[in-house]
């Protein structure tokens, strides 16, 4: 709590990033605890806040500064799932309008997110390669494995650069009609989040891209998603539906990979600059 900096403040000629009234809230939320390969997303967050401040504010597709919207960075205090889930309520309480984002921590954090933040109808946009269906991982119903399993309950999920699957992920996918999956982005993901409720939650796990665009993440699996592709799937969303949170998670910063940190803070400016774009800027 003790740390000042904030998403995109340490720009060496700053914008405006922080207004009175701010249409963006992040919230950081370093939370590790049931990683099991690659460590270290707790450290996400300020790595991804340190790289913020080289993310350039203007927008080179949509041709505006998001920034411009106000953007304020929180880091609650949270000791485990349920102190998350009580801070994400309370900051959706402070902040009704804002699109808040929450910059994880390991996707364990997610079902704990949307459970503080959650919409009476919802759908949820889920980018990553593992479908984390599993009912209880490694002794644990709360691992990272599990929190798509947890965030069904909450409203139907499209999961896009899904391309590894256990059998007892298979064998559910089966008798459910919550979640559909997607290896690549194109026409038959669009249509599937077309088909979800209007209210939208987005979360992307940072081994939904190729581990040749992101590379420092627990379990990088071959295949997946370009930069682009995403930008697609954003666009697409933001045009459809109304977003009210997402999150990111799952990065593991490391400091000779200055590529994946960036990449993972330009996506959350991006998510942010379609949100600009396609709801603000249209009012
Ligand atoms: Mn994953």
């Known amino acids: 709590m003790t740390d000042p900096r904030g998403f995109l403040e340490d720009k060496v000629e700053p914008g405006a990033p922080t207004g009175e ?40 597709v949509l041709h505006l500064d998001a920034s411009r919207h106000g953007i304020l960075t929180l880091r609650p205090d949270i000791t485990n799932l349920d102190s998350i889930t009580r801070s994400a309520r309370e900051i959706r309480a402070a902040h009704p309008d804002a699109l808040l984002g929450f910059v994880g921590g390991e996707h364990s954090i997610t079902p704990a997110l949307i459970a503080g933040v959650a919409r009476e109808e919802m759908g949820v946009v889920w980018i990553d390669a593992h479908a984390d269906l599993r009912r209880s991982f490694h002794g644990s119903e709360q691992n990272h494995a599990c929190a798509g399993y947890h965030s069904m309950k909450f409203g139907p999920i499209v999961q896009i650069g899904i391309r590894t699957l256990a059998e007892e992920e298979w064998e559910l ?111």
Request: net charge negative; aromatic share 12%.
């Open 21 to 60: 009234h701010n249409e963006f809230v992040l919230a950081m939320i370093p939370y590790e605890e049931t990683t099991t390969y690659g460590k270290g997303t707790a450290r996400a967050p300020e790595a991804i806040v340190d790289a913020s401040g080289h993310v350039e504010l203007f927008d080179e």
């Open 173 to 283: 996918l089966k008798t459910t009609d919550r979640v559909t999956q997607f290896r690549e982005w194109g026409a038959a993901a669009a249509a599937a989040i077309d088909a979800l409720p209007d209210d939208i939650y987005i979360t992307m796990d940072a081994d939904g891209f190729s581990p040749e665009v992101v590379r420092a993440v627990g379990t990088p699996e071959p295949g997946g998603l370009y930069w682009q592709d995403v930008m697609d799937c954003l666009d697409h969303v933001f045009r459809k539906k109304n977003v009210f949170a997402f999150d990111t998670v799952e990065l593991c910063p490391h400091d000779d990979d200055l590529a994946s940190s960036f990449t993972i803070a330009r996506l959350v400016y991006k998510t942010m600059a379609y949100h600009a774009y396609h709801r603000l800027n249209a009012r």
